[in-house]
């Protein structure tokens, strides 16, 4: 339950600590940092505060990953004060994470803090690979090479963001100007849904050019839609993303970048697309490795019928959209609301085939990817389906 209630419902869960402590129910360690995780994925440093203060007041020590989420959470936020007050706190404990010394470092240089974004870049080189991996039982062999994957890929995904923003701090330092200062809830390339505003975007307003726009949808930490603007600036690209901590991953990267043809819608798919985008607005969508339905079979899921009406909308006429799963449960799942509007989309693949096996060569790469060329071999699968109207 507190699982749920962290993911989408940050106020209810913090009422049900409430609650639990009325009826002399104590929480664990392990319920808190459920709790802190959720902060991270929201951005919400003002509950991780309350959490944090509810701990002290239980007795219940923070341990390295509660720092971890934290500092995530105040990062998000661009709450440097509060990061560098638990930070603190850990180097008093002499605790040290590579995920907390990146973090800090990322946050300070978006905010313009050059110096200490230096010295946090070194420690988080330093201590990245350098973790014990937890000891587990031989009998769940299956579990510690998972862990062990993880803990690999993990470490990997840290030096690209610090290789990237050891980059971004050389080029400042050889242009010799002032640190700019990046503030993401002030920048108008990153548009959070629901908004004041009810009205359809103007996506060649806000591009300010008529270039054709190609959508992503669950871009994740965007490394995949970043890296697709980089190499095709004749395209402007929107990424969209329910997750307001992978919006900031996608928002981090495209500054540290200088990426100029990026817009990052945060919110649900089908409600952005149904609310706020004009018809006829993308050139071509994709949708990579998108999250298959909590329950197998469910028709609440990112393809469902009614977003599948919303991206025949925003399509141009004969455009397409591309679809990559690692999920042949959800691939069927899909192929099934596909046939429910066999009429509306046509396959664009070799014979007309409804999917195949593998990724284009040349389509990109993404976590996903990596975790895939790291060892973890699940089949991967690939939709191309073209708009089609129906006279």
């Known amino acids: 339950m507190f699982k749920g209630l962290a993911e989408s419902h940050l106020d209810e869960a913090v009422a049900m600590l409430a609650e639990m402590k009325e009826k002399d129910i104590h929480p664990n360690l392990r319920t808190f940092n459920t709790l802190l995780r959720g902060c991270v994925r929201n951005g919400n440093i003002a509950i991780a505060d309350q959490i944090f203060k509810i701990m002290a007041e239980q007795d219940i020590a923070p341990d390295i990953s509660s720092y971890e989420y934290y500092i995530k959470s105040a990062c998000i936020a661009q709450e440097m004060g509060n990061a560098w007050e638990v930070f603190n706190k850990m180097q008093e404990q002499d605790l040290d994470s590579p995920v907390v010394f990146t973090e800090m470092a990322m946050g300070c240089a978006l905010l313009g803090d050059t110096e200490n974004a230096q010295k946090l870049l070194h420690s988080a080189f330093a201590t990245t690979g350098k973790q014990e991996v937890k000891k587990m039982s031989d009998r769940s062999n299956h579990a510690r090479e998972s862990l062990e994957l993880w803990t690999q890929l993990r470490d990997g995904e840290l030096k690209s963001d610090l290789q990237r923003l050891r980059l971004y701090l050389k080029n400042l330092r050889e242009s010799e100007q002032e640190a ?4 993401m809830e002030a920048s108008p390339r990153v548009i959070f849904f629901p908004r004041e505003d009810e009205g359809r975007l103007s996506l060649p307003e806000i591009f300010d ?23 095709n600036p004749d395209f402007n690209w929107v990424a969209l993303e329910l997750r307001k901590d992978r919006v900031f991953q996608i928002w981090t990267k495209m500054v540290l970048q200088g990426v100029d043809n990026l817009l990052i819608l945060g919110g649900s798919a089908e409600d952005i697309l149904q609310n706020s985008i004009k018809g006829k607005a993308f050139e071509h969508v994709y949708v990579n490795y998108p999250e298959p339905p909590v329950w197998e079979g469910s028709r609440r899921h990112l393809l469902s019928q009614g977003c599948l009406n919303q991206l025949h909308r925003v399509l ?10 690692d999920n042949h449960t959800y691939l069927n799942q899909i192929e099934g609301e596909f046939i429910e509007q066999e009429k509306r989309w046509r396959s664009t693949l070799e014979n007309n085939v409804r999917f195949m096996l593998g990724v ?32």
């Open 180 to 183: 700019p200062m990046h503030a």
């Open 209 to 231: 050019n008529k270039k054709p726009v190609r959508l992503e949808i669950a871009s994740g930490t965007g490394d995949w839609v970043v890296q697709k603007a980089i190499d």
């Open 360 to 391: 284009p060569e040349g389509y990109g790469s993404s976590y996903f990817d990596r975790l895939w060329k790291n060892g973890q071999k699940e089949d991967r699968f690939y939709i191309r389906r073209k708009k089609v109207i129906v006279e």
């Open 316 to 325: 141009r006429t004969d455009k397409e959209l591309s679809i990559v799963t």
